[in-house]
């Protein structure tokens, strides 16, 4: 429809006379709120105008401060958000669906139960003085697809003795009570299902949005619509009702809460005065992390936010001044942590183009251009963008993200909002010369103490939040590490390749953790060898690492403990029953609580002289063992980095289990009756082991040829079935071992080059979120750690 034609269209003529403004409101001592009426597509207004033709009227004021007319409290709800009723004469009454006596609850000085007469009809909740027929309608709740109910619940009834049922409307919010828990039920159903009949409300910005998308071919129509509609554009006052519909209600029974925030219709208020707020401020940063945060926490004004952000950029005073470029930026940040809806999606990408058609080579453009490609590549991200990454977001620039690797070696990577762990592992892999290892890698947040290994599909901008988050509770330092993942190939490892570092490190780790079976004599040889590779040829001014980086803690204490239990004399309290029958002589009484005391005491007394004693035997024994291997590092001498690493893989080697994964595994039983605790979980490359902790030999072996399927079978428990035997593993590394084995898997059909070869069957669980026992021929991979599959 051209121009001409649209201007005598009756919606235009009444957008021409007062378009859409919900922003210049004044205040007196009554307040009369911004009216819609919104009608079904089938209906005709009174005065003629067109089914979709949308009218608002603002308040006025007069000299009495009121709006110059009485409006009665079911009027003025009336004249809100809501579906035209269907006309009727005064004489009728409407359909009437239930009726009767409730309680409700009334605040005032003090909160108060008031009983009154309560109709439901097709459009309303109203309640009377009395249900005689001329009755006085003292209120009206008007009933909208945005109405909400919250059903009767045992505690309240427990509080007050009555079940209680409680209607949201966009003014009113009524608590209604009756002692009779079905009549309570009968009346939230029939109010709920009247609510579900109704038409969806649309806002005015929704109805614009829909013109705007229809005309975007017609340049001067969409100029015309945002010329004629406040509501489009910039405003340096406030915004007094969210652009978009919400549901009315409280926030804890429509969306999760928990961090003090009001209803979500507050909430998008509030978000826009925040958002005024920036142009003012000194630092924006916290400003836009806590617009961030309140969408990731209410995902329902996510597409609010954005709106608001295209209406304060669009027809600005001053367009190229720093207070109207920190929209831009905070809608940059936007368009890397989240993607809008799909309508609010085309209307920002349409409001994109039409800011770079109007303001060519200029930073709007820039920012414009730099969000289109954002927007195709964004994912929802599982956390806030830090401080660091919102400077860089706001500059256009990405960051640099630290990698270490095996060794205290380590490099940077630019990286973006949108880069994922993946790509961060096959850019390392060019970086270290490692694209054609037959082994793969992965990415681990590690500390001193723990690592996990990180899915190929996760942001790195999201893992270094984290890390960042961690460090910050933990006061211990994390890193990105970039480790091998899946030992396949281990004998292909050339010795002078970064890769046979990686295994060497790697082994390493394993032999301080005490995941590496071997006798004393051998751990003490390994710890001498990782000493000349580290400092050469012994050397009394070396300065040397203390011993836990050398050699199993465990170890010692073992030793110790045992040593100290053969010489372990008897507790006090035994000494003096044995001495001294105080139970002969004392009865329960007075001197009974100063004999318990003075036991107590002695007891402690002992146990502190225990744990003394544990000490100084420990420092002995961990200075002989360090005695030891230093004896051993003097016989080393001439040995050269390569040949002690040699060595050291050559003892390592020995262990049958040498390159696989091991997991604590605190519980294990099997269908034919076997029983077990505290075990190791060995995954390797062609099968799966179980080894008592501390023990070479494994207790069983499954060749993945043998396993027909695995799983999980519920929150904490693993699933193995090999032949007709059903192994069951108590563990809390789940995820990892089914991650772990899933690339094993894909490993084994990528080097077949068949997928149907690898003989195992899983499903996805939705209540755990890994993988359930199916019999299917074709698995459903879960998404691997970061490695190429």
Not at 252 to 276: D, M, P, W
Request: hydrophobic letters at 35%; one cysteine or more.
């Amino acid at each position: 429809m051209h121009l001409e034609s649209k201007l005598h269209h009756p919606r235009w003529i009444s957008m021409e006379r007062q378009g859409f403004n919900l922003l210049g409101r004044d205040y007196g001592e009554k307040e009369e709120e911004e009216s819609f009426e919104l009608r079904n597509k089938e209906d005709l207004t009174p005065n003629g105008r067109s089914p979709a033709e949308v009218t608002v009227s603002q308040p006025t004021r007069t000299a009495n401060g009121t709006n110059g007319h009485t409006v009665s409290e079911g009027s003025e709800e009336m004249k809100t958000l809501i579906i035209e009723k269907n006309k009727m004469g005064l004489e009728e009454d409407p359909e009437l669906l239930v009726k009767g006596w409730l309680l409700r609850e009334v605040r005032g000085n003090w909160i108060k139960q008031r009983r009154y007469w309560f109709v439901l009809s097709q459009d309303s909740l109203d309640y009377y003085n009395g249900p005689e027929k001329g009755a006085r309608r003292l209120g009206t709740l008007v009933l909208t697809n945005l109405c909400s109910v919250i059903w009767p619940d045992k505690q309240t009834y427990k509080e007050t003795g009555h079940w209680s049922i409680t209607v949201y409307g966009r003014k009113h919010c009524y608590r209604l009570y009756t002692k009779h828990f079905n009549e309570a039920v009968h009346w939230a159903c029939a109010i709920q299902k009247t609510i579900d009949t109704k038409a969806p409300v649309e806002t005015p910005t929704q109805l614009l949005i829909r013109d705007i998308e229809e005309n975007k071919f017609h340049p001067e129509v969409v100029e015309h619509i945002y010329l004629h509609n406040p509501i489009l554009k910039y405003t340096q006052g406030p915004l007094y009702a969210p652009l978009l519909p919400f549901p009315y209600g409280s926030l804890e029974h429509t969306y999760h809460s928990g961090k003090g925030y009001g209803s979500v219709r507050e909430e998008a208020v509030k978000l826009f005065n925040c958002l005024q707020q920036l142009e003012s401020a000194r630092e924006p940063v916290p400003i836009i992390q806590g617009v961030l945060q309140t969408c990731l926490d209410l995902r329902p004004l996510r597409d609010e936010v954005y709106c608001q952000l295209v209406k304060q950029t669009s027809y600005t005073p001053a367009p190229y001044t720093a207070a109207h470029l920190r929209y831009w930026q905070l809608l940059t940040c936007m368009s890397c942590t989240f993607l809008p809806g799909p309508n609010v999606l085309k209307y920002l990408r349409f409001h994109l183009k039409r800011i770079q058609s109007q303001n060519p080579e200029s930073e709007m453009d820039n920012y414009a251009s730099f969000i289109s490609e954002a927007l195709e590549k964004t994912k929802c991200r599982e956390c806030v963008p830090s401080w660091e990454e919102i400077q860089m977001l706001m500059s256009r620039q990405e960051m640099l993200c630290t990698v270490h690797y095996p060794g205290p070696l380590s490099c940077q990577l630019y990286i973006s909002s949108h880069t994922t762990a993946n790509e961060v592992v096959r850019r390392m892999q060019e970086k270290l010369g490692l694209q054609d290892s037959k082994n793969t890698f992965a990415l681990y947040e590690q500390n001193a103490l723990w690592e996990q290994p990180v899915p190929g599909g996760a942001l790195i901008a999201d893992i270094l939040t984290s890390l960042s988050t961690k460090e910050s509770e933990s006061k211990a330092q994390w890193k990105l590490c970039f480790k091998l993942y899946c030992l396949l190939d281990a004998d292909s490892i050339s010795v002078d390749s970064i890769e046979y570092l990686f295994l060497f490190e790697q082994c390493h780790e394993m032999v301080v953790r005490g995941q590496l079976p071997a006798c004393e004599e051998d751990l003490q040889v390994l710890a001498s060898l990782r000493l000349q590779c580290l400092m050469g040829d012994f050397s009394t001014h070396a300065p040397c690492p203390p011993l836990d980086e050398l050699f199993p803690g465990h170890v010692l204490e073992d030793q110790v403990l045992m040593s100290l239990s053969a010489q372990q004399a008897l507790p006090p309290c035994q000494v003096v029953d044995q001495g001294c029958p105080t139970t002969q002589r004392f009865h329960t009484g007075l001197l009974a609580g100063t004999l318990w005391s003075h036991t107590a005491t002695a007891a402690h007394k002992q146990k502190v002289e225990q744990d003394m004693r544990l000490r100084s035997r420990l420092k002995e024994e961990a200075a002989a063992v360090m005695a030891s291997i230093l004896e051993r590092w003097k016989g080393l001498a001439g040995y050269s980095h390569r040949d002690s690493i040699a060595a050291y893989l050559t003892i390592a080697r020995q262990w049958s289990g040498f390159g696989c994964t091991l997991y604590e595994v605190d519980f294990y039983i099997s269908s034919t009756g076997s029983f077990s605790q505290k075990l190791w979980l060995g995954v390797a490359a062609t099968s799966v082991s179980l080894y008592r902790q501390g023990e070479a030999e494994a207790l069983e072996s499954f060749p993945y040829g043998q396993i027909c399927s695995y799983g999980v079978s519920d929150s904490n428990t693993f699933k193995i079935t090999a032949g007709d035997r059903d192994l069951m593993f108590e563990t809390t590394k789940l995820t990892e071992i089914m991650q772990l084995m899933n690339a094993y898997f894909s490993a084994i059909r990528r080097q077949r080059g068949k997928g149907e070869d690898a003989d195992f069957t899983k499903t996805e669980s939705t209540e755990v979120g890994f993988c359930h026992l199916a019999p299917t021929r074709t698995p459903t991979l879960l998404e691997l750690p970061s490695h190429p599959v």
